[in-house]
């Protein structure tokens, strides 16, 4: 069996400055530090920071009176944040910037007085912090019956997670630009996305298989798992070797893998070496250059 591996992949500029801005609180603080929700939507990295003396909760009334907090990569809705004030809590934001625009295009437009549709994912975290910016309608990128019925001529901005399929996106931003003639398109599709989704396109066309590496509740990990199915060729969803289904693949010729932007690349590494392949080589799409910069006092 040969491997190619993509590039990019594994963790986006947002995961790292997230992941980074955890460490830096525990080195100034000491432990405990709290993180409202997983800080990135990966069980290896949450179960690493916790070692180190993080303390993962859904809700920020589980946080005790006065303490150290660190909001998740995905956003969070102001209601949090008012929360964590009340208790006195020393918040540490760690929202990706990339999410931040999106929450600010949200409240821009919604002051011009233009109705808000948010395409994106029932439940995810991202989506509940955006949702929570203002008013807003939420339609879900596979489904076109979730359109609103409004007027033909009703000022709509279409505003995206960032997390989404690019085909499925487009298919349905052009359904809403179609039944809105007064629409503005925001496609707010992250970098780190969009080329990890270009790069499994590409590499759908030289293997057998692909195994996508990172955790069941990562969107982007999913994105890039249906998307090979999509392109006719078999894919696993795994973050770990007792992840895989060994057997689907061992006949194969050449199996790709690629990891989400959650995904450490300890892990990808990991399953290589279980792979034992005859062959490595690597597969660039594009090189990745974008980092954000953690501001002064931010913790």
Not at 63 to 73: E, K, L, Q, T
Request: contains cysteine.
């Amino acid at each position: 069996m040969e491997v190619l591996i993509s590039a990019p992949r594994g963790f986006c500029a947002g995961v790292v400055r997230a992941i980074d801005l955890v460490e830096l609180a525990l080195k100034k603080y000491g432990a405990p530090v709290y993180i409202k929700h997983q800080i990135v939507h990966n069980p290896h990295v949450v179960s690493d920071l916790e070692k180190k003396g993080a303390i993962t909760v859904e809700n920020v009334h589980e946080i005790p009176n006065g303490s150290n907090v660190v909001f998740s990569a995905h956003g969070s809705p102001p209601e949090d944040f008012k929360e964590a004030q009340k208790k006195d809590l020393n918040i540490i934001d760690a929202v990706c910037p990339l999410v931040t625009k999106v929450h600010n295009e949200a409240k821009k437009y919604s002051s011009l007085g233009k109705k808000i549709i948010l395409v994106g994912h029932d439940g995810h975290q991202e989506v509940k912090g955006t949702m929570g910016q203002t008013e807003m309608t939420l339609v879900d990128d596979k489904n076109v019956n979730s359109i609103p019925e409004w007027d033909r001529d009703t000022e709509v901005v279409v505003l995206t997670q960032t997390t989404l399929s690019v085909n499925d996106t487009q298919n349905i931003t052009s359904a809403l630009q179609k039944e809105f003639t007064n629409s503005i398109i925001r496609n707010d599709i992250c970098y780190a996305t969009t080329n990890r989704q270009e790069a499994v396109k590409q590499m759908a066309e030289k293997v057998d298989a692909i195994l996508v590496i990172g955790a069941e509740n990562s969107s982007n990990c999913n994105r890039l798992k249906e998307l090979s199915e999509s392109l006719g060729v078999p894919s696993q969803l795994a973050n770990n070797t007792a992840e895989i289904n060994y057997d689907s693949i061992k006949n194969c010729k050449v199996v790709g893998i690629t990891s989400g932007a959650s995904t450490p690349e300890v892990l990808v590494q990991e399953i290589i070496k279980y792979l034992h392949p005859t062959k490595i080589s690597y597969l660039t799409t594009i090189e990745e250059d974008i980092t954000f910069t953690i501001r002064e006092g931010t913790v």
